[in-house]
């Protein structure tokens, strides 16, 4: 029988609601799903990240074709496949002669520059499944001088009526319950593991593979429980708000070295791939909240990563593609130190997140963000090499949402589009957010000599590295004046002791 359309659909796309399949005819049409080494090798991607974008397309292509659906599987080992996407589709197009070719927008801009080539008369439709489309985010950030995510989340709350009161106002009278969201971790404070979904006979397929054909790749593919399906997903979305979400607000910004995911979701691996729907899973949180389960600050700050923060990088990252790539404002150009990728350094801070990532293809936002994110920032890692680490280690990496974190909030790069200014701090935060601390060869409390803790001497250097472009930013005077005001005996030494540090980073000794 003659095919229609033939509707692709990418390993990060894996939802019944997608705008490729809307109309979909089982009896004439035919979905191409294809694993590719392609995508599989463009950055150096954690096997688990593989394991779980390859074992969640196939359980995907399962649920379709039981429900009568032709699906053109490619698998990575078949002799025949081109190992593209771009290959792939033109394969289909030769064998099938569909009248069409559909597709949605994928989540990179490298993919819909691809896109434009693969075949004449594409359709590229709109990726239905987030709250706010990219032409709803252009109109918003149009004519606006500051692009702030604060803004941009209240529109969001009032057009979704999130957490909204009947007369149009927030629930407990305010916007943000941030300030209630930093407590520190009470020591012994007992922590609800994370719903693990042990692999079934299609993944332990896909482990067995991905170990034969990845051996270079990042860390470990063993312990690998992430859901690939979506009602695993929303079993593991169930489990977190009955036992993680009440705790979620107060201690969102804790860490702790024995504890990689406390009151987190870790549901992004799932969510970034379509398994789970953003709205809905705000849905459920907000129901928890209306029913007393949990607090208003625990509910608020969760509701506002979704459609606050997910939402708006995205909108940022396609507002600002491709220039936003190349943004370098603080000039970073020095090397990956290679402990990001073995951990190796007597840094207990960043030796527990990066292994952790190592072993779960997971850091929560904080050990991102002020950890191996922050040490980036003050070091003056090239952004490059910093978003390619990024979007190798974890499992829900993808450009739209990695790009904007890093290069923008994490290492100030774009200047100040997304944070009015950079998330810099000394060890003092580390040590007052977690227990890294204690079991470090450095002293937190030193910023001069051997012993110092590194974060605190390249706090103080970054500050002076960049004083002239800091002095016009309200937002770093006080940090600018008490550099200033620093005996410059002292001020010498911090410089010193981190010129040192820095070349010994760039050039270690042989082990
Ligand atoms: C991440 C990923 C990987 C590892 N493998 C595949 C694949 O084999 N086939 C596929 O269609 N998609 C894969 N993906 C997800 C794509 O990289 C993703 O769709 C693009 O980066 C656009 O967001
Ligand atoms: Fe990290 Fe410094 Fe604390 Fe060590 S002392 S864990 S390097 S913040």
Redesign the pocket.
Same mark, same amino acid.
Do not use: R
């Given at each position: 029988m003659a095919v229609t359309t033939l509707r692709v659909v990418?390993?990060?796309?894996l939802s019944g609601t997608l705008s490729a399949l809307s109309d979909l005819d089982p009896t004439r049409d035919v979905v191409l799903?294809?694993?590719?080494m392609d995508?599989?090798t463009y950055v150096p991607?954690h096997l688990k990240?593989?394991v779980l974008? #390859?074992s969640a397309?196939r359980h995907f292509a399962h649920a379709l074709a039981a429900k009568g659906v032709r699906v053109r599987y490619v698998r #990575?080992d078949d002799p025949t496949n081109t190992q593209t #996407?771009r290959g792939e589709v033109r394969r289909a197009v030769a064998a099938l002669k569909p009248h069409r070719v559909v597709v949605t927008e994928?989540?990179?801009y490298r993919?819909i520059s691809d896109m434009r080539d693969w075949t004449e008369d594409l359709e590229i439709r709109p990726d239905i499944r987030f709250v706010c489309s990219i032409a709803d985010f252009r109109h918003w950030a149009s004519g606006r001088t500051s692009l702030r995510m604060e803004f941009f989340y209240r529109d969001m709350r009032r057009r979704t009526g999130l957490l909204m009161t009947p007369d149009g106002e927030p629930e407990g009278d305010r916007w943000n319950f941030d300030a209630e969201n930093r407590k520190r971790l009470p020591p012994g404070l007992p922590i609800p593991p994370v719903a693990g979904f042990p692999p079934d006979g299609l993944t332990q397929a896909v482990i067995d593979l991905v170990r034969q054909r990845f051996t270079q790749g990042f860390a470990e593919v063993d312990g690998f429980s992430f859901p690939v399906t979506a009602g695993d997903a929303e079993t593991a979305l169930a489990d977190f708000i009955a036992n993680r979400l009440p705790g979620f607000g107060d201690w969102q910004d804790a860490m702790r070295s024995n504890a990689p995911t406390l009151f987190h979701a870790v549901i992004s691996p799932a969510l970034n791939i379509g398994l789970l729907d953003p709205l809905q899973v705000c849905r459920s949180v907000e129901a928890a909240w209306r029913r007393g389960h949990v607090a208003l600050n625990a509910a608020e700050g969760f509701i506002r990563q979704i459609i606050g923060w997910r939402e708006y990088i995205r909108g940022i990252y396609w507002l600002k593609m491709p220039e936003y790539g190349a943004l370098n404002a603080l000039n970073a150009t020095r090397p990956l130190p290679e402990f990001y990728w073995n951990g190796a350094t007597k840094m207990a801070c960043i030796r527990h997140v990066v292994g952790q990532t190592r072993r779960h293809a997971y850091a929560h936002h904080i050990q991102r963000l002020m950890v191996t994110g922050n040490f980036a920032l003050l070091a003056g890692l090239h952004p490059d090499a910093v978003d390619e680490w990024y979007m190798a280690v974890y499992a829900d990496a993808?450009?739209w949402a990695e790009m904007p974190n890093t290069r923008c909030m994490a290492l100030f790069a774009d200047g100040g589009i997304v944070g009015s200014k950079p998330y810099a701090a000394s060890g003092a935060y580390i040590n007052r957010m977690s227990d890294y601390c204690t079991g470090c060869a450095y002293d937190v409390k030193q910023a001069t000599g051997p012993a110092a803790c590194p974060f605190n001497f390249l706090y103080w250097d970054f500050i002076a590295r960049h004083a002239e472009r800091f002095a016009s930013n309200v937002r770093m005077a006080m940090p600018l004046r008490n550099w200033q005001r620093m005996a410059p005996d002292r001020r010498d030494a911090i410089r010193a002791r981190a010129a040192e540090f820095l070349a010994e980073m760039d050039a270690p000794p042989p082990l």
């Open positions: 990418l390993g990060d796309q799903m294809a694993e590719v995508e599989c991607h990240k593989i974008v #390859l397309m #990575l #996407l994928p989540g990179e993919v993808y450009q």
